[in-house]
Protein backbone atom coordinates (compact mmCIF):
# COMPACT_ATOMS: atom_id res chain seq x y z
CA UNK A 1 0.00 0.00 0.00
CA UNK A 2 1.38 3.82 -1.05
CA UNK A 3 3.97 2.21 -2.94
CA UNK A 4 5.19 1.79 -6.81
CA UNK A 5 5.05 -2.00 -7.11
CA UNK A 6 6.55 -3.21 -10.16
CA UNK A 7 6.35 -6.42 -11.79
CA UNK A 8 8.88 -7.48 -13.97
CA UNK A 9 8.98 -11.10 -16.28
CA UNK A 10 10.05 -12.39 -20.07
CA UNK A 11 7.16 -12.08 -22.76
CA UNK A 12 4.68 -14.81 -21.87
CA UNK A 13 5.96 -14.84 -18.13
CA UNK A 14 1.95 -13.93 -16.78
CA UNK A 15 2.27 -9.99 -15.55
CA UNK A 16 -0.90 -9.18 -17.83
CA UNK A 17 -3.00 -12.17 -16.93
CA UNK A 18 -1.98 -11.37 -12.95
CA UNK A 19 -3.54 -7.69 -13.51
CA UNK A 20 -7.01 -9.08 -15.36
CA UNK A 21 -7.43 -11.19 -12.50
CA UNK A 22 -7.07 -8.37 -10.17
CA UNK A 23 -9.52 -6.22 -11.66
CA UNK A 24 -11.82 -8.76 -12.73
CA UNK A 25 -11.59 -9.78 -16.44
CA UNK A 26 -10.16 -13.17 -15.87
CA UNK A 27 -10.99 -15.59 -12.68
CA UNK A 28 -7.63 -17.44 -11.19
CA UNK A 29 -8.22 -21.17 -11.26
CA UNK A 30 -7.07 -21.29 -7.54
CA UNK A 31 -6.24 -18.88 -4.91
CA UNK A 32 -7.89 -15.58 -3.40
CA UNK A 33 -7.49 -12.07 -4.44
CA UNK A 34 -7.78 -9.33 -1.31
CA UNK A 35 -8.13 -6.04 -1.39
CA UNK A 36 -8.07 -4.25 2.01
CA UNK A 37 -8.29 -7.15 3.71
CA UNK A 38 -11.62 -8.52 1.97
CA UNK A 39 -12.03 -10.92 -0.92
CA UNK A 40 -12.73 -9.57 -4.04
CA UNK A 41 -12.12 -12.58 -6.42
CA UNK A 42 -16.02 -13.02 -7.11
CA UNK A 43 -16.22 -9.25 -7.73
CA UNK A 44 -17.13 -8.04 -11.60
CA UNK A 45 -14.81 -5.82 -12.79
CA UNK A 46 -17.24 -2.51 -12.33
CA UNK A 47 -17.47 -3.67 -8.87
CA UNK A 48 -14.03 -3.91 -8.22
CA UNK A 49 -13.80 -0.54 -9.97
CA UNK A 50 -16.50 1.13 -7.37
CA UNK A 51 -13.81 -0.10 -4.65
CA UNK A 52 -11.16 2.14 -5.96
CA UNK A 53 -9.21 -0.43 -8.28
CA UNK A 54 -8.13 1.19 -11.78
CA UNK A 55 -6.28 0.39 -14.51
CA UNK A 56 -4.54 1.04 -18.08
CA UNK A 57 -4.43 -1.32 -20.91
CA UNK A 58 -1.05 -2.50 -23.24
CA UNK A 59 -3.48 -1.52 -26.13
CA UNK A 60 -5.25 1.91 -25.43
CA UNK A 61 -8.79 1.36 -25.24
CA UNK A 62 -9.99 5.01 -25.79
CA UNK A 63 -13.57 6.36 -27.37
CA UNK A 64 -10.99 7.91 -30.43
CA UNK A 65 -14.51 9.63 -32.26
CA UNK A 66 -14.61 11.69 -29.02
CA UNK A 67 -12.81 14.59 -27.45
CA UNK A 68 -10.23 14.38 -24.46
CA UNK A 69 -12.74 15.41 -22.31
CA UNK A 70 -15.00 13.44 -23.12
CA UNK A 71 -13.23 10.25 -22.42
CA UNK A 72 -11.94 11.48 -19.04
CA UNK A 73 -15.72 12.14 -17.99
CA UNK A 74 -16.75 8.64 -18.63
CA UNK A 75 -14.15 7.57 -15.78
CA UNK A 76 -16.12 9.57 -13.35
CA UNK A 77 -19.67 7.99 -14.60
CA UNK A 78 -18.97 5.31 -11.43
CA UNK A 79 -18.90 8.17 -9.17
CA UNK A 80 -22.40 9.38 -10.05
CA UNK A 81 -25.09 9.36 -7.85
CA UNK A 82 -28.46 10.93 -9.32
CA UNK A 83 -31.30 9.17 -10.52
CA UNK A 84 -32.57 8.69 -14.34
CA UNK A 85 -35.24 11.34 -14.00
CA UNK A 86 -33.41 14.14 -12.36
CA UNK A 87 -30.33 13.33 -14.36
CA UNK A 88 -32.61 13.60 -17.54
CA UNK A 89 -33.47 17.49 -16.97
CA UNK A 90 -30.19 18.34 -15.50
CA UNK A 91 -31.74 20.11 -12.13
CA UNK A 92 -30.32 20.01 -8.90
CA UNK A 93 -28.23 17.20 -7.33
CA UNK A 94 -27.45 16.30 -10.88
CA UNK A 95 -26.33 19.58 -11.99
CA UNK A 96 -24.28 19.97 -8.84
CA UNK A 97 -22.90 16.28 -9.44
CA UNK A 98 -21.84 17.64 -13.22
CA UNK A 99 -20.19 20.72 -11.89
CA UNK A 100 -17.92 18.88 -8.50
CA UNK A 101 -16.79 16.28 -11.27
CA UNK A 102 -16.14 18.62 -13.94
CA UNK A 103 -13.79 20.81 -11.37
CA UNK A 104 -12.37 17.92 -10.12
CA UNK A 105 -11.45 16.52 -13.98
CA UNK A 106 -10.16 19.91 -14.48
CA UNK A 107 -8.30 21.05 -11.50
CA UNK A 108 -6.72 17.54 -10.67
CA UNK A 109 -6.31 15.76 -13.98
CA UNK A 110 -5.72 17.74 -16.87
CA UNK A 111 -3.26 20.12 -14.80
CA UNK A 112 -1.30 16.65 -13.32
CA UNK A 113 -0.70 15.14 -16.76
CA UNK A 114 -0.29 19.07 -18.56
CA UNK A 115 -3.48 18.13 -21.47
CA UNK A 116 -4.54 21.19 -21.46
CA UNK A 117 -3.72 22.26 -24.75
CA UNK A 118 -5.79 18.97 -26.16
CA UNK A 119 -9.15 19.25 -23.79
CA UNK A 120 -11.44 19.45 -26.86
CA UNK A 121 -9.10 17.45 -29.24
CA UNK A 122 -10.61 14.28 -30.62
CA UNK A 123 -8.55 11.89 -29.13
CA UNK A 124 -8.48 9.59 -32.92
CA UNK A 125 -6.57 12.81 -33.88
CA UNK A 126 -4.11 12.81 -30.92
CA UNK A 127 -0.35 11.42 -31.51
CA UNK A 128 -0.02 8.06 -29.70
CA UNK A 129 2.18 9.70 -26.77
CA UNK A 130 -0.91 11.59 -25.69
CA UNK A 131 -3.46 8.52 -26.17
CA UNK A 132 -1.58 7.69 -23.67
CA UNK A 133 -1.92 10.54 -21.05
CA UNK A 134 -5.54 10.42 -22.03
CA UNK A 135 -5.95 6.56 -20.99
CA UNK A 136 -4.18 7.39 -17.93
CA UNK A 137 -6.63 10.45 -17.77
CA UNK A 138 -9.41 8.15 -17.05
CA UNK A 139 -7.64 5.65 -15.23
CA UNK A 140 -7.88 8.63 -12.18
CA UNK A 141 -10.94 10.18 -13.00
CA UNK A 142 -12.49 6.90 -11.04
CA UNK A 143 -9.88 8.61 -8.37
CA UNK A 144 -8.54 5.28 -7.62
CA UNK A 145 -7.04 3.95 -4.30
CA UNK A 146 -4.86 1.34 -6.93
CA UNK A 147 -4.19 1.79 -9.90
CA UNK A 148 -2.86 -0.62 -12.95
CA UNK A 149 -0.94 0.05 -15.38
CA UNK A 150 -0.39 -2.03 -17.71
CA UNK A 151 3.26 -1.43 -20.18
CA UNK A 152 2.21 2.36 -19.58
CA UNK A 153 5.72 3.32 -21.50
CA UNK A 154 5.40 1.07 -24.84
CA UNK A 155 5.53 2.70 -27.91
CA UNK A 156 6.96 5.86 -26.22
CA UNK A 157 10.09 7.93 -27.40
CA UNK A 158 12.59 9.25 -24.82
CA UNK A 159 11.01 12.56 -23.27
CA UNK A 160 7.42 10.95 -23.63
CA UNK A 161 9.14 8.02 -21.55
CA UNK A 162 10.77 10.75 -19.14
CA UNK A 163 7.24 12.93 -18.84
CA UNK A 164 4.99 9.05 -18.00
CA UNK A 165 7.47 7.99 -15.55
CA UNK A 166 7.30 11.66 -13.45
CA UNK A 167 3.23 11.58 -14.24
CA UNK A 168 3.30 8.33 -12.41
CA UNK A 169 6.02 9.31 -9.52
CA UNK A 170 3.44 12.44 -9.02
CA UNK A 171 0.44 10.02 -8.60
CA UNK A 172 2.53 7.82 -5.88
CA UNK A 173 3.60 10.75 -4.14
CA UNK A 174 1.85 13.82 -4.01
CA UNK A 175 -0.57 14.44 -0.94
CA UNK A 176 -3.51 14.87 -2.90
CA UNK A 177 -2.99 11.58 -4.64
CA UNK A 178 -1.35 9.15 -3.10
CA UNK A 179 -2.20 6.53 -5.31
CA UNK A 180 -0.53 2.75 -4.88
CA UNK A 181 0.66 2.25 -8.36
CA UNK A 182 1.16 -1.57 -9.75
CA UNK A 183 3.56 -1.43 -12.88
CA UNK A 184 3.69 -3.72 -15.59
CA UNK A 185 6.84 -2.88 -17.43
CA UNK A 186 9.88 -3.70 -19.71
CA UNK A 187 11.70 -0.74 -19.21
CA UNK A 188 14.23 -2.09 -16.49
CA UNK A 189 15.52 2.07 -16.39
CA UNK A 190 12.46 3.26 -15.16
CA UNK A 191 11.74 0.38 -13.42
CA UNK A 192 14.64 0.25 -10.97
CA UNK A 193 14.68 3.92 -10.74
CA UNK A 194 10.90 4.58 -9.95
CA UNK A 195 9.90 1.43 -7.89
CA UNK A 196 10.18 0.88 -4.45
CA UNK A 197 9.64 -2.85 -4.80
CA UNK A 198 9.70 -5.64 -7.59
CA UNK A 199 8.49 -8.99 -8.38
CA UNK A 200 9.48 -11.03 -11.19
CA UNK A 201 7.42 -13.57 -13.00
CA UNK A 202 8.45 -16.50 -14.95
CA UNK A 203 5.82 -18.54 -16.60
CA UNK A 204 3.46 -17.53 -13.87
CA UNK A 205 5.60 -18.09 -10.89
CA UNK A 206 7.00 -15.87 -8.65
CA UNK A 207 10.79 -16.40 -8.45
CA UNK A 208 11.75 -13.54 -6.54
CA UNK A 209 10.50 -9.88 -4.62
CA UNK A 210 12.78 -7.03 -3.17
CA UNK A 211 13.74 -4.26 -4.04
CA UNK A 212 15.41 -2.72 -6.93
CA UNK A 213 19.19 -3.23 -5.68
CA UNK A 214 18.04 -7.41 -4.80
CA UNK A 215 15.91 -8.59 -7.73
CA UNK A 216 19.10 -6.90 -9.78
CA UNK A 217 21.31 -8.99 -8.02
CA UNK A 218 18.79 -12.15 -7.81
CA UNK A 219 20.16 -14.95 -9.40
CA UNK A 220 16.58 -16.67 -10.53
CA UNK A 221 15.90 -13.29 -11.90
CA UNK A 222 19.30 -12.83 -14.42
CA UNK A 223 18.50 -16.83 -15.14
CA UNK A 224 15.15 -15.93 -16.29
CA UNK A 225 16.39 -13.08 -18.24
CA UNK A 226 19.47 -14.93 -20.20
CA UNK A 227 20.25 -12.71 -22.71
CA UNK A 228 18.66 -9.13 -21.38
CA UNK A 229 20.51 -9.76 -18.26
CA UNK A 230 22.36 -6.27 -18.87
CA UNK A 231 18.82 -4.80 -19.13
CA UNK A 232 18.67 -5.02 -15.50
CA UNK A 233 21.67 -2.72 -14.51
CA UNK A 234 20.77 0.07 -16.78
CA UNK A 235 18.76 3.05 -15.35
CA UNK A 236 18.08 6.56 -15.65
CA UNK A 237 19.96 8.61 -12.52
Not at 7 to 26: Q, S
Not at 95 to 115: G, P, S
Not at 161 to 178: P, T
Amino acid sequence: KGEIFSIIGPNGAGKTVLLNCINGLYHPQRGQIYFEGKEISKLKPHHRAEIGISRTFQKIELFKGTSVLDNIRLGRHIHLKSGLISGSIYLGKTAREEIEHRDFIEKEIIDLLEIEHIRDKVVGMLPYGLQKRVELARALALNPKVILLDEPLAGLNLEEVEDMARFILDINEEERWQTTCVLVEHDMGVVMDISHRVMALNFGEKIAEGTPTEIQKNPNVIKAYLGEVEDLYVTRR
